[in-house]
């Protein structure tokens, strides 16, 4: 039944609950494999990551977890790395040194043009006064900006799962509608996927907006591109909530199908398989 998930936060960042409600909850739903993979530390704090001085607590409390349930789920251990700049990024060896099973890599920070970090990861209104302020009302600029340094975070590599890889035009969509038409806006996307088919990551479909913005990052547009090119695909919620672990799962595996897709990507037995979408 695809019951997975392996992009899911807790306390240890800025997820609402511990791992093990979520843990808890993923089994009472049926759930068969799962991950947790709070926010990896950036080298500054933010209200959202995870800091240097909790990885061990993290690891240990894991493994903890893992224990306890181990009759009843397959639980496996990650994190959500940004790529921030070419110091600190999925490559990064603070990250690859960890005992983790796999990396998300994400995009959520740019930089302004006086250097100042600038999260874009935020409600449509914020992000608006964002690309005022920070960029001059030039969201072509951001748009390219975001991807350039997705781009290089393929380049650079160190993690298996390409998080919410087109998040952004959520908000740039609510700035400029349209954008989704527009033809440089789309052979963009489509040579950023064309990269990540050549560097063989797999392609997560976020769920965790579908509820509230009717739409999966990346859009449901690109999924029968994602297809043709033949990246491995899995369904997540990056899930804050215990409660919404399993959002938009069934909605998103169905438009899978409906483009073609006839499996997903589910982790047993420590190795990532292609696992059959059974509706
Ligand atoms: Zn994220
Ligand atoms: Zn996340």
Known sequence: MNLTNYHSHCLFCDG????????RFAISKGFTSY????????????????????I???????NRVKQVYKSQI?????LEVDYLNDLSNPSSICFQQLPLDYIIGSVHLLYNDKQDVIDIDVAPPIFADIVNQHFYGDLDKVIRMYFERQFRMLELGGFDILGHADKMH?????????????????????????????????????????NTYHTFFPNEKYFALLHELGIRVMVNSDSHYPDRINAGRLEA??????????????RYDNKWKDVMISL
């Open 16 to 23: 609402r609950a511990d791992m093990d409600e979520f843990i």
């Open 35 to 54: 991950g947790v993979s709070s926010h990896a530390p950036l080298p500054f704090s933010t209200h959202w990551s995870m800091e240097w001085g909790q």
């Open 56 to 62: 061990e607590n993290y690891l240990n409390e894991f």
């Open 74 to 78: 397959e639980f496996y251990v990650g």
């Open 170 to 210: 959520y908000n740039a969509m609510c700035y400029r509608p349209g954008l989704l038409e527009e033809k440089w806006y789309n052979d963009l996307v489509e040579d950023f996927f064309k990269k990540v088919a050549n560097y063989g990551y797999i392609v997560e479909i976020n769920t965790k907006a579908y």
């Open 253 to 266: 595996l169905k438009c899978l199908k409906d483009c073609g897709f006839e499996t997903v990507v589910e």
